[in-house]
C-alpha cells in the first residue's frame, strides 16, 4: 500500500508532503494557516494507523475512498480538540497500514478521533440529526473520539454529544464496510447536578433489528451485550430521559465491539 500525507492550503496547493510504502512520515516546520488541510492519501482502501498530530493518538481507522482530508480546526472548532493539537511551528504526521493481527482483534469499532463533519471516506464516522447550538464541544464525533471524561462539559477534555433538549435526536455509527458486532458501551455524561441522564436508550442495527437498553446515572462504563450480528451501521435513538430537574442529558462516548469480518492481504 503507497501512502501520502499532505499539508494543503485554502487554494488547493500542496505545502508539504511525504510518500512511503506502507509507511510514512510528515514533519511539518510551519504554523498552519486558517483553511489549511491534513490530507492522507493511498494507493488502495484498507486499515490504516493514522496519527495527523502527535497530541493526539493514533488510531486503526478505515479508509474506504483513496483519500481523506481535515481541515485544522480554528476558533470554535478547537474546542473539541487538545489545545496542544495543530499548535506551534513544528507537527509530525504519521500514517501506516495496519498489521493482520491488529485488524483481526477484538476491538472498539467506533473509534476515530479524526472523523468531521464533512467525512466520507474515513470510518468510523458519526452524524447526528442534532448538536447543541452547531457548537464543536458538543459535536456527533465528540462522541467516537476516544475521550471519557465526562465529570464536566463544553471543552476538552470534556467534550460529548449534546442533543440540544430534543427528544427526537438521534445518532448514526456507519463503519463503511460490514462488520460484526457483539457490545456496545455507553458512557455518558455526568456533570450532576447540571446534567440529567437516560434511563433507556435504543439501537437500531442495519439489518433491521431494534435493541433497547436501560441506562443509570452513572459516569462509569455502561456495557451492554447483543446478538452477534453483521452490520454496517448503527442508530441511537428513542432517548428517554430520567425525570429531573436538569434538561440536559447528553453522551460523552459510544464504543462498539466485535471484529471485522474480512481479512486484508499483506
Not at 476516544?146 to 442533543?163: C, L, M, Q, R, V
Not at 437498553?213 to 428517554?240: D, M, N, Y
Request: one cysteine or more.
Amino acid at each position: 500500500m503507497e501512502l501520502t500525507l499532505k499539508v494543503v492550503d485554502a487554494k488547493g496547493a500542496v505545502l508539504a508532503s511525504a510518500t512511503g510504502g506502507n509507511e510514512t512520515f510528515l514533519v511539518y516546520r510551519r504554523m498552519y494557516d486558517e483553511g489549511d488541510r491534513l490530507v492522507v492519501e493511498a494507493s488502495e482502501a484498507g486499515h490504516v494507523v493514522l496519527a495527523f498530530d502527535d497530541a493526539i493518538s493514533p488510531a486503526v481507522v478505515y479508509l474506504k475512498g483513496h483519500s481523506y482530508s481535515l481541515a485544522i480546526p480554528f476558533g470554535n472548532k478547537r474546542a473539541s480538540y487538545s489545545p496542544r493539537a495543530f499548535n506551534g511551528d513544528i507537527h509530525r504526521l504519521y500514517v501506516r497500514k495496519a498489521r493482520r493481527d491488529e485488524i483481526a482483534l477484538r476491538r472498539n469499532l467506533a473509534l476515530n478521533p479524526w472523523d468531521d463533519h464533512a467525512n466520507g471516506t474515513l470510518f468510523p464516522h458519526a452524524r447526528a440529526n442534532v448538536e447543541t447550538r452547531g457548537e464543536a464541544a458538543f459535536a456527533a464525533r465528540n462522541a467516537i473520539d476516544g475521550e471519557k471524561a465526562n465529570d464536566n462539559h463544553g471543552f476538552w477534555p470534556y467534550t460529548s454529544w449534546g442533543i440540544n433538549r430534543d427528544p427526537q435526536a438521534s445518532l448514526t455509527l456507519e463503519f463503511g464496510r460490514p462488520v460484526q458486532v457483539d457490545e456496545i458501551v455507553f458512557y455518558l455524561r455526568a456533570d450532576f447536578p447540571h446534567d440529567s441522564w437516560w434511563e433507556k436508550a435504543s439501537i437500531t442495527f442495519s439489518d433491521g433489528q431494534t435493541s433497547c437498553f436501560e441506562l443509570a446515572k452513572s459516569g462509569a462504563a455502561q456495557c451492554v451485550s447483543v446478538e452477534p450480528r453483521t452490520v454496517e451501521w448503527i442508530r441511537l435513538h428513542s432517548l428517554i430521559k430520567a425525570k429531573d430537574l436538569s434538561p440536559f442529558p447528553a453522551l460523552t462516548q459510544i464504543e462498539v465491539w466485535g471484529k471485522e469480518l474480512r481479512q486484508e492481504a499483506g
